[in-house]
Structure formats: C-alpha cells, structure tokens
C-alpha cells in the first residue's frame, strides 16, 4: 500500500479512570507523520498522571482493564459480499422504487439469501462537522455544537484517466471540450482526479473545478513511439502483426509476403522467402512496439487504481480511450478486473471516438497501396482492428458493473453520466455459505423478481480468499477494509463525538471519543472474568481524502462481575488524541471485538478554524 495505509507509529496508554464509567486517554501524535525510530511521542500533560490506586478492582490474575498503542495496520469483511447495483429503465433514468424482495442474487448460479440492503443517495453518507461557537484552550476543551457538513466533505471519488498515447489530435479536442462540461453534475462531496495514460498529467484528487479545467488544456497526444513511415513495406498495423506473431495465422502471413513481394520486389515470385523473412522481421517490430505501448498504458492504468483504492469512500474510474488491442499477456492475466473488484472500484469506460464506422480504406488522408490480391484481407484486418480496439473498454467496464459509452457523437452525455454518482443505488450484501479457500473466481448475478425490462448494473463476481489467515491477520483487513470506506457497521454500539482546542495559530489538538455500549459486546467467561478485546482503530483524512494520520488503540477486558455490571449501565468512553493543523477533517472510526468477531463503523467531520 502507498501512504493511506502503511503509515506506522506508536502511542503510548497514559491514563486510565474507572468511576461511573471508564475513560482510556492516550497521547496525542503527530500529523507530519511517524516518528524517527526511537523516538518517544510527546505525552499530553493534562493526561499524563497514573491511575489512581481504586481504578480498576484486580486480582492475581491481573487488572480488569488495560490498554496498549499499536501501530496502525489499515484491509471488506471477508464473510461479507457487498455488491452494489444501478438500475435503469428503457430511457436511461434510475429505478428507485425497489425493495429487498425485488433482488434475486447467486453466487455461481446458487441462489443467496440477501442478507443485508441499503438504499444509497449521494446525502446517504452525510457526516456532521464540530465548529467552533466560542474561544477554547488547553486546559477547557468543549465540545462544539454540531452543524451538517455534507456538501464540504469527500464521499465519493471519481479519477478520470485519458488515454492520451492512443488517442489522436481530433479525438483529444472533442474530449477536453465535452469535459468541461461535466462539472455541474458534480456534487460538493465529489473528489475528482485526472491522469493520464502516458504518466504526463497528474492533477490529484480536488473539488477545486478551476484547477479540474486548468487540467485539461494539459491533455494532447503523447504516443510511446515515433509514428511508422507512410507506407512500410510491408505496410502492416498492430492487429495484423498480433495474428502473425502471437496467434501465428499462416494467412495473416501470407498476405503480408505478398505485399513484400509487391513492394519490395517489384513482383519478383523468385523472392518469396525473402520476401516472408522481410514479412515476418516487420510482423515482429510492430507487434513489439504495440505490446510495449499496451503495456506501458496497462502500467499507467494500475498506478492509478492504487492510488484511487486508498481513498475513503466509493471509487469510481472513468477511462477515456478509443481502446487498444490486448496483448497476449494481458489477455491471460485480465487483472485489472480482478484489481478493480478487490478494491471496490467501478470503472465507466468512454470511446474517444464517439460515434464511427469501420473503415474499410484506412486513413483517407493516406489511402493505403494495396494489391488485387491484398486489398481484400487488409481491408478485414483493418475493420477488425478498430472493432478490437473497443472489446477492452467493454470488458473493464463490464467485469465491474460499469457503464460502457460508445458509438455515440454526445460524449459529453456520456462523460456526466460516467462521472456523476447515480441519483440512487441498491447495496446488497450476502455471506457465502460453505466457502473454499481457494483463491477461485465466483460469478455474481443479479436479477429482478418481476419481468420488468430494466438494465442492471453491477459487478458479475469476486475471489474467494486464497488462504486461511490466522485471527490477528483476518481482523486487521477486516479493520483495514472498513477504514478506507464509508459504510456505517451497527454491530457493536458505539457513539462517536470529536473534541479539539488550538494550541497556537498552526496546531491544534484533535481527541475522538468514542462510547461503547457493554451491553452489545459478546464477552467469553472465563475464571470468574468476562474476557474480550476491542480494537479501535481512527484515521484522519483532509477534506480531499488524502489520509492525514490515524492509530490504533487495543483495550483488554477482564472484568469481575460487579464492574460488568456497573459498565452495563455507564458504558466507558475511549479518548484518543492527534496533533493536527487547522483545516477541515474527515474522521473515520472502526471497532472490532475479538470474541464475537463484530464491528462498528461512524463517520465524523471537524472543523479547527485557522
């Protein structure tokens, strides 16, 4: 993982208080990130004092609560398949009236009990913002009153990538143009990035449309290579020599040696295996050039999935391209589908195109010299090589329960519904039943109870894991997964509240308080104790998405039964403290029990004014 998730430091416990309920206080770290090796975090004076002797009743077998800082270890709930689903009437507009029972859904053609659903709006995931009302310091933090802050916040993140070492001059100016036009259908929590395939334009995840538009005048045509002379001999482009080279079509070939015959030896029949030595060392250069160009492409594509699945919320990839020829490597491995429905990544594809038709004499601008004897196949071959170009943009977009758009002149129709969140969508889950760990691939349907004649669109399946984890594993990418989402988990009751107070005008104090309600958690007795470990994880996001700093907190429970039973009705509340800038802050909080394996989800948002 990149800086979202392999931040690592360590917090030290400081503080524990047991009276009407339990307060866990830790030392507050630092937003430049982790501390040198050996280095000891500065510890909070207002919270630095030991426990009192009466805080938590202990016998032989030790305190009934304790608490360490580990460092944090940010991975979707492995029993759980979420899918999420869009459906569309005749005219293209979103269904919004179903319900659960309206969903049919198998899992290798075994129909699942759905066993969780949501209806989701671009306000579902709406968090509330702690604003200052009055002057706070050090010694008298308050918590603020709370005001809605949806429309400042990232909740969803969209990364335009443009194929721009594919695309030609005419096809990038159509692009940049229809481009401009998609970001009124931006909503305020709507992050944008734009990138492209050539590595030459990286404009990070912003709301600042200004900057998305200054973006664009960056978008040209930046091919790997140098452009083949005007009429090679012999003349043959990159699906041709694919067929010759990695598919060994003998036809393929033979066309190309009867051009060589043609063009390089005047018709000289006498010269048919030099003609097919020279046939076969241009299939070969061209071949090569395509696949490193396809692969660069494919590179460029990766980088930017990884960058985007460290984002917290729903991702979205929106490829703009007139397509490219899969190399044979890539036809075998196909794992950017794979990659895309690991992270939870929707990509909507574009034909840079728009609307075409296959050209049967090439570019008119310099019609091709073909023979009697060729000019049939290299006709073929050139009409099959722009259909090609297409089948990966269907498949990217079709293996993630995307959208494709092509054959169409309004590219800016499409380029606003690819970008812009649908106005709803259905998110089902369901836990497999009887699941091998095998690594192997499990083909997802949806379907619709009545006969209705809607589109569907989601994701067609997901990879069982390859192999057992042991527990501590399996709970940190339990833990790691819902970090770096958005979905509120209720397994476990909790509440989430944020305190802050500004040390000078750069720095600031950031706790989060977290409530656990005893009640809901599933302890395990054991000598004469109730036994269980919580885990709390937080990470702190900027108001971009890019992740700031977060830690973990374990807390141990062995508790006898009269502080069991006075935690039942108090509850206890862990305080976690960070070292922040002013500015506007996503705050996410997860909790896991390590006894009956739930977890709890909140989102929050703080505003420390500069």
Not at 264 to 270: E, K, L, M, N, V
Not at 505 to 522: M, N, R, S, Y
């Amino acid at each position: 993982m990149g800086r979202s998730g392999q931040i690592r430091f360590h917090r030290r416990a400081i503080g524990l208080l047991l009276a009407s309920g339990l307060v866990i206080f830790t030392a507050p770290v630092h937003c430049q990130g982790p501390p040198d090796s050996g280095t000891t975090p500065k510890t909070d004076p207002a919270t630095s004092s030991p426990p009192p002797q009466s805080a938590a009743p202990s016998d032989s077998s030790g305190a009934e609560v304790s608490s360490h800082d580990t460092a944090p270890t940010f991975k979707v709930r492995v029993n759980l398949v979420q899918v999420r689903v869009v459906v569309r009437d005749s005219q293209g507009n979103v269904v919004t009236n179903l319900k659960k029972e309206d969903f049919q859904l198998q899992d290798n053609r075994k129909p699942q009990t759905i066993s969780t659903f949501n209806v989701e709006t671009p306000e579902s995931h709406a968090v509330v913002a702690t604003v200052p009302s009055t002057p706070t310091t050090e010694t008298s933090p308050a918590i603020e009153p709370s005001v809605p802050l949806a429309p400042a916040l990232p909740q969803r993140f969209v990364a335009m990538v443009f194929d721009d070492t594919d695309m030609l001059m005419e096809d990038v100016v159509t692009v940049r143009v229809a481009a401009t036009r998609i970001f009124e259908s931006l909503a305020p929590s709507d992050r944008v990035g734009m990138y492209t395939t050539s590595g030459q334009l990286t404009q990070e995840f912003t709301a600042d449309h200004d900057r998305l538009k200054e973006s664009l005048l960056g978008i040209v045509p930046h091919p790997l290579s140098t452009a083949k002379g005007s009429h090679d001999c012999p003349d043959i482009n990159y699906y041709e020599a694919d067929q010759i080279v990695n598919f060994h079509s003998s036809q393929a070939l033979a066309v190309a040696t009867e051009e060589a015959i043609q063009c390089a030896f005047r018709g000289d029949r006498t010269q048919q295996a030099a003609a097919q030595a020279l046939a076969q060392g241009e299939a070969d250069r061209t071949a090569s050039a395509g696949d490193q160009q396809t692969e660069y492409v494919y590179r460029h594509l990766e980088d930017t999935m990884r960058r985007l699945s460290g984002m917290p919320g729903q991702r979205v990839m929106v490829l703009i391209s007139p397509g490219f020829i899969l190399t044979q490597n890539t036809r075998e491995g196909g794992d950017l589908v794979d990659r895309a429905n690991r992270a939870n990544i929707v990509i909507n594809t574009i034909d840079a195109r728009g609307l075409y038709t296959p050209d049967l004499l090439g570019d008119i601008t310099d019609p091709p010299v073909d023979t009697v004897k060729t000019a049939g196949f290299k006709s073929s071959y050139r009409i099959q090589s722009q259909l090609a170009q297409s089948e990966i943009l269907g498949q990217l977009a079709d293996g993630t329960g995307g959208t494709f758009f092509h054959n169409r002149n309004d590219i800016d129709q499409g380029l606003r519904r690819a970008v812009a969140a649908p106005p709803l969508s259905y998110l089902l889950g369901f836990s497999p039943q009887n699941l091998k760990v095998d690594g192997r691939y499990h083909t997802l349907k949806v379907t619709l109870a009545g006969k209705q004649k809607f589109t569907i669109h989601a994701r067609h399946g997901y990879y069982a894991p390859r192999s057992l984890k042991d527990p501590a594993e399996a709970a940190k990418q339990e833990i790691q997964e819902a970090i770096f989402s958005q979905e509120e988990i209720h397994d476990v009751p909790i509440e989430l509240q944020t305190q802050f107070f500004k040390t000078d005008q750069t720095q600031a104090k950031l706790a989060v308080l977290t409530h656990v309600d005893v009640k809901g958690i599933h302890f395990r007795k054991a000598a004469g104790r109730s036994n269980d470990d919580l885990t709390f994880a937080t990470a702190i996001f900027d108001e971009n998405g890019n992740y700031v700093i977060g830690g973990e907190k374990i807390v141990q429970m062995h508790l006898l039964d009269p502080t069991l039973n006075r935690l039942s009705h108090s509850g206890f509340t862990v305080k976690s403290s960070f070292d922040v800038k002013p500015g506007t802050y996503l705050v996410r909080l997860v909790v896991r029990d390590a006894e009956g394996e739930q977890m709890a989800a909140r989102n929050g948002a703080v505003v420390i004014p500069y």
